[in-house]
T-cell receptor
Framework: AQSVTQPDIHITVSEGASLELRCNYS??????LFWYVQSPGQGLQLLLK??????LVQGIKGFEAEFKRSQSSFNLRKPSVHWSDAAEYFC???????????FGQGTILTVHP | DTEVTQTPKHLVMGMTNKKSLKCEQH?????MYWYKQKAKKPPELMFV???????INESVPSRFSPECPNSSLLNLHLHALQPEDSALYLC???????????????FGPGTRLTVL
């Protein structure tokens, strides 16, 4: 069965500081990995995705993530956080042949001015 | 147009009511999804439709009844709900079912449901 762990429930950073959100997955085959962002009461927006190839993936809004198979990780990074990045971030793993996305518990990001 | 729309935005219903949630997309996607998201929790898959046929039912109680009348529209019919069913209901769509390079799920803004 596929599963995702996001160890950090809540992270606080100062505006302009760098950010890393952790994600560990468990999946029996080649994982398909995603990072989504959700503002309060809103739907989810895809930041980036990994299917194969280059293990460093670039996304929208200046985010990137690195897939490390040996560590079963897919951590999200941003070099300089903006106040508008405050939101909840979900890592998810998807299956090749069927539509289920399994999400981690989410990490709430607070940005201090 | 890369938008998934959901109506209504908010819904309050009693336990004896019957109501429906609606989801629409005009991206030509052939897979559509319902997720349930409780407060401070991640979304959980409820149903998947692929080419207008039910593909996945994640053991959802029968008081939730999905319907896919055509490839652009997905409904969720609600009947005899419980207060613990109060949640944000998210709809999503993708080109096809399953994860592929070009096959991301696009999410709607959700319907906030409160059951009294």
């Amino acid at each position: 069965a596929q599963s995702v762990t996001q160890p950090d429930i809540h992270i606080t950073v100062s505006e302009g500081a760098s950010l890393e959100l952790r994600c560990n997955y468990s999946y029996g085959a080649t994982p398909y990995l995603f990072w989504y962002v959700q503002s309060p009461g809103q739907g989810l927006q895809l930041l980036l995705k990994y299917f194969s190839g280059d293990t460093l993936v670039q996304g929208i809004k200046g985010f990137e993530a690195e897939f490390k198979r040996s560590q079963s990780s897919f951590n999200l990074r941003k070099p300089s956080v903006h106040w508008s990045d405050a939101a909840e971030y979900f890592c998810a793993v998807g299956a090749r042949s069927y539509g289920k996305l399994t999400f981690g518990q989410g990490t709430i990001l607070t940005v201090h001015p | 147009d890369t938008e998934v729309t959901q109506t209504p935005k908010h819904l309050v219903m009693g336990m004896t009511n019957k109501k429906s949630l609606k989801c629409e997309q005009h991206m030509g996607h052939r897979a559509m999804y319902w997720y349930k998201q409780k407060a401070k929790k991640p979304p959980e898959l409820m149903f998947v439709y692929s080419y207008e046929k039910l593909s996945i039912n994640e053991s959802v109680p029968s008081r939730f009844s999905p319907e896919c009348p055509n490839s652009s529209l997905l409904n969720l019919h609600l009947h005899a709900l419980q207060p613990e069913d109060s949640a944000l209901y998210l709809c999503a769509s993708s080109q096809e079912e399953g994860a592929r390079t070009d096959n991301e799920q696009f999410f709607g803004p959700g319907t906030r449901l409160t059951v009294l």
